[in-house]
């Protein structure tokens, strides 16, 4: 009996045991049920772009698509030019057919002083070019291109030295070195010196040597007029075959002078510490030259114009002179016998600058060129220059139109 009931009660301890056993299985197997639903059921939540970061990828993609060079298309028709063409379509002169050649030249542009890169149109010689059925041995133009900040690529060249002129560099900087171009590429980087923004001022003298404190301004014709690349000192020039010397057909590159005469109208100024002030004006680059007129008038009548010259990179301080009329007209004889007061209206007395580090004397208003000009209608035109320092004015005669 005793034993009996201890198995009994070993049965029932068993049970317990297997129902506690099969209720922590079904807890754990609901918990990983439960992590696997939110497993299955979450998704990964990506945030849209901001503007700021698209722009910034935009940035990214455009500066990598700088860092490569812009590829210069070949120009077939200039380059494969037949010898029987109509030279009067091209101005007279016969083609000059460039190489072809397998050689590429990969070309940046940097500041000298700042360091970045910059843009500028740019004018690709070789040197010592072979001489062609029209054209003698000398430096050729191969490409005129605008090299952007990110570079140029210049391809089908011919393996030799080459130059590349760089239009927006100032005129006075030194000749731009040649190098030489060979193999698959080559890459170059021209340092330039770049213009300048220089201010200008004008000292204006009476002719007894008094400063002129007030006086009445406008800006005048504004010139600019090419630089022959062709002319410079270390081009060899490629010459017409069979030409004479009047007629040697020198290849020159350049365009034609242009000028912006807008009327501005009077302004009434005063002068400074260091004279009147005519504002700030950029240094010649290479291929142009500038001029800016600036008149100057009192009430008297007596005038004065000066140019500030693009090609003055150093201190701009001018001199100039306001000249009497009566001493000029005086002078001048007509063929009746009368003097310049009776065609008065007809007769321009302007003084002209100097720059100011040009001046050799103490009294520099007495060597300031004074420009006269005679534009009657029944009268010869006359135009001459004089300076006070010269002396009395001598006697000029005006000569009749023939009839």
């Keep these: 009996m005793r034993g009996f009931v201890l198995l009994l009660v070993m049965a029932v301890l068993g049970l317990c045991l297997w129902l506690l056993l099969h209720a922590g299985e079904q807890q754990v197997g609901a918990a990983k049920g439960a992590v696997r639903d939110r497993a299955t059921n979450s998704k990964t939540i990506v ?44 101005g007279g002169l016969p083609p000059d057919p460039i190489g072809i050649g397998s050689c590429a030249l990969v070309l940046h542009l940097l500041d ?49 030295r080459y130059r590349a002129v760089c239009h927006a560099e100032r005129a006075d900087a030194p000749d731009p070195p040649s190098f030489r171009v060979d193999g698959s590429e080559t890459r170059v980087t021209l340092e330039l010196s770049l213009p300048e923004m220089r201010h200008a001022w004008l000292v204006l003298y ?48 350049g365009g034609g002078s242009q000028a912006d005469f807008t009327q501005h109208s009077w302004v009434r100024v005063r002068a400074g510490a260091r004279g009147f002030d005519l504002g700030s004006y950029p240094g ?47 002078a001048l004889k007509l063929p009746d016998g009368r003097n310049g007061h009776a065609i008065a209206k007809e007769v321009t007395v302007i003084g002209r600058e100097l720059l100011a580090g040009r001046a050799t004397t103490e009294k520099p208003w007495r060597q300031l060129p004074i420009y006269v000009l005679v534009h009657h209608a029944d009268y010869q035109k006359l135009s001459f220059v004089f300076r006070l320092g010269d002396g009395p004015l001598a006697t000029r005669y005006v000569k009749a139109k023939a009839r």
């Design 47 to 90: 945030p849209a772009p901001t503007r700021e970061k698209a722009d910034k990828d935009a940035e990214s993609r455009q500066e990598l698509a700088e860092q490569q060079p812009e590829p210069v298309v070949l120009d077939v028709d200039h380059t494969s030019l037949p010898v029987a063409v109509d030279v009067d379509r091209l």
């Design 206 to 253: 009476d002719e007894d040597g008094s400063l002129v404190e007030e006086a009445e301004m406008r800006m005048g014709a504004r010139t600019s007029r090419p630089r022959l690349v062709g002319t410079r000192d270390w081009v060899k020039r490629r010459k017409l075959v069979g030409a004479t010397p009047k007629s040697a057909g020198n290849r020159r590159h």
């Design 112 to 160: 000298r002083r700042t360091r970045r890169r910059v843009a500028s149109e740019v004018t690709l010689w070789r040197l010592d070019a072979p001489a062609s059925v029209n054209w003698t041995r000398g430096d050729q133009p191969q490409y005129q291109v605008n090299v952007p900040l990110r570079g140029v690529r210049f391809e089908h060249l011919v393996p030799g």
């Design 284 to 330: 010649d680059p290479r291929q142009v030259t500038v001029r800016q007129a600036i008149e100057f008038r009192v009430g008297d009548g007596r005038r004065a114009t000066i140019e500030v010259h693009g090609a003055h990179h150093g201190e701009r301080v001018y001199y100039s002179v306001m000249p009497r009329r009566g001493p000029v007209l005086d």
